[in-house]
Structures are given as C-alpha cells and as structure tokens.
C-alpha cells in the first residue's frame, strides 16, 4: 500500500496567511506544508487540501483514479475546495467499516473529539490508521497486531500516540508520521529532533511512502541528561520527551516543604501539566528504581538529590567533610552512576548547570558547585543524549 502525502500542515497551513511569526516566517521549501490530506493506491483520498489535482501532480500521482473521498474534520471543521470529476466526499459512521471498489477496508474510529479517524487496510493486509487534528482514539480496542503506519497529530497529541502504544496499536515497527503540523512548533532540526525523540518523523509535502517497508527511526535514547539553569525550560523539556509514552514514573526528589506556598505552587505546576496516566513517586532512593524493571522514569532533578546525599553525609561541616564526609557522598555518587550505566529502563534525568556565574561566597556553596558539576559530568558519560536548555532553546550536546 502506498501513501501520497498532499499535504501534512495543519488546517490553515504552514506559514499561515499573514502571519509574521518566527516559525511561519522560516516555514520555505520542505518546511512549508499544506493542510493535510492523504492519498492511499491513489484509489482513496483522506482530507482535502487546496488544489489537491496540482499537489497530486507535483507529487507525480494522479487523483483521476480516486473511487472514494473521506473527510475527518467535524462537520463544522475548516471549509474545504470539492474539485471536479472526485466522487462526492463523505465520512463512515464511528465503528462501521465501508469497502472500497479498489479493494481496500476502511472502517471508522470513535475519537474523543469531533471528528472521524479511519484505519485503511490494503488487499494485502497492510494496516494503516489516520487521525485528523487534535484527536486521540477513545475507547480503543487491542488489535491483534500493531498497525504498520500511523499517521497522527504527534505534536498536539502527544498523549494519543502514547495510548496507541499502551494498547499495543502502535509497537517497535510502526512508522509513526507526524501530520497536522502548525507555527506552535519551530520548523527545520529542531522539529525532526522533538519528533525523533518520540519516535516518530515528519517528511515534506508530496512524499511517497511504502505501507508496511520498515523505516529506521531514531532509536529514543535509553538514557538522557537534561542540563540548564533556574528557569531555563529543562523539566518542561524533560516532559516533553516522554510524553508520547504510556505509564511514565515521574520521581519528584525535592519532597515536600511544609508551610513553604511558593514551593508548594511550583510542585502544583509540575503536576498539573504532566499527562494523567503518569504515576509520580517522592524519593531519593534512585538506585533501586533503576535496578528494575519498569516503565520509563523522568527523575527531576539531580541537584536536589544531592542536595539530600550532603545533607546525609554531614557535607556542609567543614571537619565532617575532611573526616570522611567528601568519602561517604563519593561512593554515593558512585552509586548512582553506575545504576544509571547498568539501567535497562529508559530515563531522563534533570539536573541544574551549574559555575556559569558568580563564584559562590561560602564555602558550602562552592562546595554543592563542585560535587554537582562532577556528577553531571560523570553522568553525562553514562548516557547516549545531553541535552542544555537555554532560554528555552534545546542544544543537543551529545547524541
């Protein structure tokens, strides 16, 4: 089964009509997108987009051929062009299936918004599922085996392939394509990394793709270190990585500060944007929940782990420090790097960077500057992606 993509923008495309923003403005060439529209063995249209016979033709299809037109948006989606000579478009019914002259299967999925997502089985029994923006299966039932190919809104539902994957619709294998793209998400690398890192890819307008021909996504990094300052956007960056994954382990190490309102609002914050399924466990007992196994773990952060290993060993006494406390928090930490070096679960870890600014006045804090550096560093070796987030701004350090 090949699949044309017409167009793989969001409803008004990308750039959108007078839009000045950034990433509208950087949305040329393979960044600038269409709304999206799919065409199945030029046989079946799924969506239209503008002057879908032109966006055919550059694409080198031909829509002649078209024998059926179907429509997910709502009913009061956005308006789109009927061309001349294309059968009249039409949606199924949630949870009937329709056969197509051409001998596809196509039977329509309930969603937990308005509108219609469509699986689309070929002759030869390749199986792929199309969901229109916004939208995330509701109810879904276990099928008897992974899709070959998704096509989905990844970057606005994050949370819809994540229930794809926790049903077993979505496994190793499937090709996840991320459509419905819009100028909330910044075009070029820094898209094809976000989307990498949820395991899935995008492609430019009139890409051709194979049904079922394996293509190698970047392997999700099993272990990624998560760097920036206080405000930087590190923990939202953190989440974001996982969030199109079922059943995360979210370990909060700071604890709780009684009578603390403003600690008590940031934690409120944390909680409130991370998805519902996540779980949320309150630790600093991190070696054994990399020793097993699991679900992936975000541990938020390191600087407040080691904050508790000083507290531990007496590290902010200078004669307890010299007397075995610099010792004592060593093996500590060695500890921790080597269960992250051994971990077979996926992880993302938060940590502050730490030395850019002012030299810390007390001896303490130059101290805590020290011991966090060294364990980011050592940590930093241990996995496969580093990431520095800066003014919001990811750079990838390794990986």
């Known amino acids: 089964m090949e699949l044309t993509l017409l167009g793989t923008g969001a409803p008004e495309g990308l750039p959108r009509p007078g839009c000045p923003c950034a990433a509208c403005a950087a949305a040329v060439g393979d960044e600038a997108r269409a709304a999206t529209s799919l065409l199945v063995d030029d046989a079946i249209l799924l969506d239209l987009t503008p002057g879908p016979a032109f966006a055919a033709a550059r694409a080198g299809r031909s829509i002649a051929g078209v024998r059926q037109v179907l429509l997910s948006h709502p009913a009061n989606g956005p308006a789109v062009e009927f061309p001349a000579g294309l059968p009249a478009p039409g949606r199924v019914p949630d949870g009937r299936e329709l056969s197509v002259i051409s001998g596809h299967r196509v039977r329509a999925l309930a969603l937990d918004t308005p509108g219609t997502g469509y699986e689309v089985s070929s002759p030869d029994g390749e199986r792929l599922l199309y969901l ?218 938060v940590s502050n960077e730490v030395g850019s600014g002012v030299v810390p006045a007390t001896a303490s804090g130059r101290r805590f500057r020290d011991e966090l550096g060294r364990l980011n560093a050592a940590l930093a070796g241990e996995c496969e992606q580093v990431v520095l987030v800066v003014a919001g701004q990811a750079l990838l350090l390794r990986g």
Request: hydrophobic residues 40%.
């Open 132 to 349: 229109p923006p916004g939208a995330a299966p509701a109810g879904l039932v276990a099928p008897a085996r992974p899709y070959d190919m998704v096509v989905l809104d990844v970057t606005g539902r994050p949370d819809a392939l994540a229930r794809l994957r926790e049903a077993g619709a979505a496994g190793p294998t499937t090709d996840v394509i991320a459509v419905h793209l819009d100028h909330d998400v910044p075009p070029g690398r820094e898209l094809h990394r976000r989307l990498a890192a949820a395991g899935a890819r995008t492609v430019p307008d009139g890409t051709t793709l194979v049904v079922g021909d394996y293509h190698a996504v970047p392997d999700v990094p099993r272990r990624t270190l998560v760097l920036g300052g206080a405000r930087s956007g590190k923990s939202y960056e953190a989440e974001r990585r996982l969030e199109a994954f079922p059943d995360v382990l979210y370990v909060a190490t700071g604890g709780g500060r009684e009578g603390d309102p403003d600690w008590a609002r940031r934690i409120a914050a944390h909680r409130d944007r991370r998805p519902a399924s996540w779980r949320t466990a309150e630790t600093c007992d991190l070696v054994p929940l990399l020793a097993a196994e699991g679900p992936p773990l975000l541990i938020d952060c390191l600087s407040l782990w080691l904050t508790g290993a000083m507290d531990d060993v007496g590290a902010w006494d200078d004669a307890t420090w010299t007397g075995g406390g610099a010792d004592a928090l060593a093996k500590r930490t060695a500890e921790l790097v080597a269960a992250v070096r051994a971990t077979r679960r996926t992880v993302v870890l």
